[in-house]
């Protein structure tokens, strides 16, 4: 942990002398980019003249350029083979300030003529998206840094769900056109990262601050290049990685929630000096080795009582005062012009901590009754009820380089993430049908996680007019989660007297689970530009690997008592180890600790995403372009791993492996210069991951559920079509309209376990499924005049999907059997994760004289299946979660270079819940949590 605080240390360090430095002033530059004006590209090589200075540039690869001028007012003079010669007057350049001029260029073979245009034209990140998505081959939806700013998002999470189609499950997972997590993947900087959260595929985008990031892309149609294993969308988070001008932000903030901070009964577990930097000092570390071996008290070791002891005693919740949210970032960026080279650095720091308090959580188990003509009630098997509080700790840190010089550049970006979540409960237990309890406890939680990820890319241009270019990226990641010393501690309580009773569940435990994951990522990429009869083509060809390890391990140490009725413990957790309660072999009584080791719950994993891939883009007539290829990929799933009884043990045996064969193809005809048809059709897959393909049993001391891994899932096989009708317009307006159909062989669902163990559920394959759905989207300015500007828009996305599965034979006829009468059975239902519909909606002012700026959003999706009931154990629906948030901007100052701002989030006062449904049953509560409103203020300045 020191690593991380040195990384801080010196990040902050490089944050101050790189502002020391800037704060200097130099002349003026002027800077931009070329882009093609008839597809969006960047013009590598083109000629920029400044007329008064008789002084030019070259644009590099990437279509830009940098003059280092005087302050004064010039004319610039761009050329490029076969595009209109392009002359812009009026460009002014101040002392020591960075004026971003990009300029577009049209090409008309016929009539080569200059084209004369004032200095007016303003970089807009908004539109840049919106033309990156009306050119892209793929059907895809983005978001940029300048809708992060209006809109006042912190992390990718809640800006991502602005995305058409997209909703984000607890604020951290993302859904693709209602699709579940497993359906959607995540990559950064166009590689593979691993999640923090083993019960995922996906990575939890709250962990990225969106400071860091330069624009988030959802790609919903695939193609060659990208990986196989998608099917709702492919989003893609891209860091800064060279900024056109210099750049120095911070910021602080903070938000209230009045029915989670400041409350007197908020409730946390024991701390450590360092859970403020997200991270544990050690205090929570496992006390004794962890292949010790734990004496029976049979044996009346003297050393079983020196092992007891090592466990801290501090097992019962604290009560206190929770704390406000708080929020800080800093961040910095800038290129250096050398005589041969360009040197571009971003660097940022970013810490969160936020508080949550729940008074009335609730966790239930319900199954329907056992009389299937009387009973159409569910019968409440569990019910657990109480408080939880959360403190959540993320500090993030990204440092950048990049260099270009003459037809090259590379770049290395350094992220590190670092959170630590501490959670506290005090629940009440009872039981009524398979046991008969009530049990008290108090639960503790500790989980820290870090993401450590370097990447490495290059691109390189060669011949005339970037006819040949080859690009590739390196990016080895470290990911780790400990989930270090989960304290349980129930107790039984029976007219009044509370005991240790194993066989009732009553029994203490403590667990230490570790995760460590190693990626290692890379792709290398080949693109040859040729010229057809209807305008430049591309052929595209390379190759990428993906190497993923994982290292499980879950430890469980419980605690029993001999002798109970002669100690003075009286439900008391922090009593349970006082050290005149331990167990001690001359009276033989006492609390003791019994090692629990499971080799179930320890694994290795590896696995290999080995591809190739050939594609063409190519213009069949004026108007028609095709994007079409194949992709190969090679997959081989290793598991090392033993059932707890030893009568199954895996040495690095092959559990799954295939050869996929993934072609793709994209049709895009251009009814007008802004208006697309396009036509995508593709085939896709979803892979088990590395938990779910496991013979594991994960216990969560919340919930009171366990989670089965099942090492016989198969990959699931996916076709997929999409049309879409697309308009876009000036000033950022945007019209369209989308089909979409998708075939899934084996789909891979969570289910109820079995009609005995309702806690339980395990993923497994189910028969064939379906999804048919529409999406609709609209950004509208409203032509409202304010001193010259139109800073009134509207905004909204409509997703529309039905979906269905066949079920498997043993499912059918478990819902058959446990009918009620006159319920009528079909073998078919939703899918799992699926979203019937997905709402976006926002009112949008932006006035830039009087620095004001002010949104107004909506998102919620409906209700889908969660968990896939089983026998007597019912289908359990996440309920809709009605989103509404409004921010405000104003900022002051010298070129409003200070802001105020304010939030409200969640007005509507919405709860999140899940519930038990069935036929002529009424809901009843699966688990539920009450987030309440909360309000925010954050002050910011930018030099």
């Known amino acids: 942990m020191k690593s991380v605080k040195s990384f801080f240390s010196v990040l902050i360090l490089l944050l101050g002398s790189f502002c020391t430095v800037s704060a200097v002033a130099q002349v003026g530059t002027i800077r931009g980019t070329i882009i093609d004006n008839s597809n969006g590209e960047t013009l590598p090589f083109a000629t920029v003249f400044v007329k008064e200075v008789q002084k030019g540039v070259n644009t590099d690869l990437d279509g830009v350029y940098s003059v280092d001028l005087a302050p004064g007012t010039y004319t610039l003079e761009v050329t490029y083979v076969g595009y209109n010669n392009l002359t812009v007057q009026d460009v002014i350049i101040k002392d020591g300030e960075v004026n971003v001029l990009d300029i577009k260029m049209g090409n008309d073979a016929q009539v080569l003529q200059e084209v004369v245009v004032k200095a007016t034209i303003v970089k807009n990140s908004e539109s840049a998206i919106l033309t990156m998505q009306r050119k892209s081959p793929n059907m895809m939806d983005g978001i940029s840094k300048e809708t992060f700013r209006r809109i006042g998002d912190n992390d990718a999470g809640g800006a991502i769900k602005r995305v058409t189609g997209v909703s984000v499950e607890g604020g951290k997972y993302v859904f693709v056109r209602g699709l579940g997590d497993r359906y959607t993947k995540t990559i950064l900087n166009g590689l593979d990262i691993p999640g923090l959260d083993p019960d995922r595929n996906t990575i939890q985008m709250d962990l990225f601050p969106t400071n860091i990031i330069d624009n988030m892309t959802v790609t919903k149609t695939a193609s060659p290049n990208l990986s196989g294993d998608f099917t709702g969308g492919i989003v893609d988070i891209t860091t800064k990685d060279f900024p056109l001008e210099k750049s120095f932000n911070v910021s602080v903030g903070g938000s209230y929630n009045p029915s989670m ?127 939880l509080g959360k403190n959540n700790v993320l500090a993030s840190g990204l440092a950048g380089v990049a260099v270009k010089f003459n037809r090259h550049k590379i770049a290395l970006n350094a992220l590190r993430i670092q959170n630590g979540e501490s959670t506290a409960g005090k629940f009440t237990q009872e039981t009524f049908i398979f046991n008969s309890s009530t049990l008290v ?12 990820n370097l990447n490495l890319k290059g691109e390189h241009s060669f011949g005339q007019a970037d006819n040949f270019r080859i690009d590739w990226s390196l990016s080895p990641t470290i990911s780790q989660i400990q989930d270090k010393d989960v ?64 290292n499980y391990e879950i430890l469980q140490y419980v605690f029993n008592i001999r002798g109970q009725n002669q100690f003075d413990i009286n439900g008391d957790a922090n009593a349970l180890l006082q050290p005149q309660n331990i167990w001690n072999k001359e009276t033989n009584m006492g609390v003791y600790v019994v090692g629990n080791f499971e080799p179930a ?28 290829g194949l992709r190969v990929e090679k997959f081989d799933h290793y598991y090392t791993g033993q059932t707890n009884l030893g009568d199954e043990i895996l040495d690095n045996e092959k559990i799954n492996e295939s050869l996929d064969f993934l072609p793709s193809a994209n049709f895009v005809y251009a009814l007008k210069e ?45 076709m997929n079509y999409d049309l879409r009708l697309e308009k876009f317009m000036d000033k950022g307006q945007m019209v369209s309209v989308s089909g979409f159909y998708k075939t899934f062989k084996d789909p891979i669902e969570v289910v109820a376990y079995s009609q005995a163990a309702p806690n339980n559920v395990q993923p497994r394959n189910v028969g064939m499924a379906q999804v048919l759905g529409g999406e609709f989207e609209l950004r509208q300015n ?54 019937p519909f997905i709402v976006n909606g926002y009112i949008s002012y932006n006035q830039q004289e009087s620095g004001i700026e002010a949104n107004l959003s909506y998102n919620v999706q409906g209700k889908r299946l969660s968990v896939v009931g089983i026998g007597r154990n019912p289908d359990v629906f996440e309920m809709p979660f009605n989103s509404l948030n409004f921010k405000t901007t104003k900022r002051f100052g010298k070129a409003q270079k200070g802001s105020v701002s304010f939030s409200a989030n969640n007005i509507l006062n919405a709860k999140r819940q899940r519930f038990y449904e069935g036929f002529n049953a009424a809901s009843q509560v699966y688990d539920l949590f009450k987030p309440g409103r909360s309000m925010g203020l954050s002050l910011g300045y930018s030099l």
């Open 487 to 550: 304290r349980v501690t129930p107790f039984r309580l029976d007219e009044g007297a509370y005991s240790i009773e194993p066989s009732e569940g009553a029994q203490p435990k403590r667990l230490f689970r570790s995760l460590k994951e190693i990626d290692y990522s890379g792709r290398l990429d080949f693109t040859k530009k040729f010229v057809t009869n209807y305008g430049d083509s591309k052929l595209k060809f390379g190759v990428a690997n993906t190497l993923k390890n994982r």
């Open 441 to 452: 406890q108090d639960n503790q939680e500790y989980s820290e996680r870090s993401i450590s």
């Open 674 to 718: 802004k208006t697309n048809l396009r036509l995508a059709v593709a085939r896709t897959l979803a892979r088990p991951s590395f938990k779910e393909a496991s013979i594991s049993q994960i216990y969560d001391a919340l919930s009171d559920r366990t989670f089965i891994g099942n090492r016989n899932l198969v990959t699931t096989k996916i």
């Open 782 to 835: 409203l032509g409202l005049k304010v001193a010259n500007e139109m800073p009134l828009s509207v905004g909204a996305n409509l997703t529309v999907v039905y979906s269905q599965v066949e079920m498997n034979p043993n499912e059918y006829e478990s819902r058959l059997e446990n009918a009620r009468l006159d319920e009528q059975v079909k073998n078919t239902r939703q899918l799992q994760g699926q979203s």
């Open 261 to 387: 901070h400041f409350n007197n009964n908020y409730i946390q577990g024991s701390k450590s000096s360092t859970d403020w930097l997200g991270f544990d000092n050690g205090l929570r570390s496992l006390p004794i080795d962890s292949r010790q071996v734990v004496p029976s008290i049979a044996k009346r070791d003297a050393s079983l009582t020196t092992l007891t002891e090592r466990f801290t005693p501090d097992l019962g919740v604290l009560s206190g005062q929770s704390p406000m949210n708080f929020n800080a970032s800093i961040s910095t960026g800038n290129q250096v012009n050398l005589k041969k080279m360009t040197i571009g650095y971003n660097l940022a720091a970013n810490y969160r901590n936020d508080t949550e308090f729940y008074e009335e959580v609730q966790y239930n188990a319900f199954i329907k009754g056992f009389d299937p003509n009387t009973d159409f009630e569910f019968e409440r098997n569990q019910a657990q009820y109480g408080s």
């Open 601 to 628: 719950n320890t694994y290795d994993a590896t696995q290999n995403i080995a591809a190739a891939y050939v594609m063409n883009e190519i213009s069949l007539t004026e108007k028609l372009k095709a994007i079409y």
